[in-house]
């Protein structure tokens, strides 16, 4: 069986972005970049909210084959490597607001799912066999909505050293987390926390 596994970023005082939805005021540094790396070459598929479909793919498809540029990181062999991942692997999204549009770089590769059926589609997708997981970035509405069906497996927390003291809260509601593990990056003040979702008694 497949496990549906989400990934965030998230402020030190529990902050998925500042006050306008911004979530570029936390550290995504080399590290939160080698993690994310790590994620989507362990998918089978990326789930996405249309928000965060439509930002990523207005900038991911695009960076594998960008000019050289030494001097900007956006342009590292880890961003590169993303960018090659996310243009081939299968996509989901969870919208309302219709199809991919036909001139969209991953239009081929991506389905638009009815949110009202998100639920049903992931819980099939979690039956099937085969390798790879359903790796959600970001589109945290829509993960929390699949949290609170019981549709998540595991949370994979990147903590930024920042106290942004207002903002988008990382949960909408209540839930209960158990410990995996805790990984540390050389040269990184992120910590990433991995939880499974707590058993209830």
């Known amino acids: ?3 549906v596994i989400v990934n965030n970023i998230v402020s030190i005082d529990g902050y998925f972005s500042d006050p306008v939805g911004n979530p570029m005021v936390l550290n995504m540094d080399e ?3 080698r993690a994310n790396l790590e ?3 362990g998918a089978a598929v990326v789930l996405l909210g249309r928000d ?4 990523f793919s207005a900038y991911w498809p695009f960076i594998a084959d960008a000019p050289a540029d030494p001097g900007n990181p956006q342009f590292d062999d880890v961003n590169r490597a993303i960018s090659r991942r996310y243009n081939v692997v299968p996509k989901t999204v969870a919208s309302d607001r219709g199809p991919v549009p036909a001139d969209n770089a991953w239009h081929d590769a991506t389905t638009v799912v009815p949110r009202a059926d998100i639920a049903d589609w992931v819980a099939t997708a979690r ?3 085969g390798d790879g997981d359903v790796v ?3 589109s945290h509405v829509l993960w929390n909505a699949l949290l609170a069906d019981g549709l998540v497996d595991e949370l994979h927390l990147m ?9 988008v809260p990382l949960f909408t509601a209540p839930a209960r987390l158990e410990l995996m593990e805790t990984r540390r990056f050389d040269g990184s003040s ?3 926390l991995r939880y499974r979702m707590a058993s209830r008694t």
């Open 190 to 192: 992120n910590v990433q």
């Open 1 to 3: 069986m497949r496990k």
């Open 39 to 41: 994620s989507i070459e």
């Open 31 to 33: 590290a939160f970049n």
């Open 136 to 138: 959600v970035f970001a």
């Open 159 to 167: 903590v930024s050293p920042d106290a942004v003291g207002t903002g």
């Open 52 to 55: 965060s479909f439509d930002f």
């Open 127 to 129: 039956r099937q066999d």
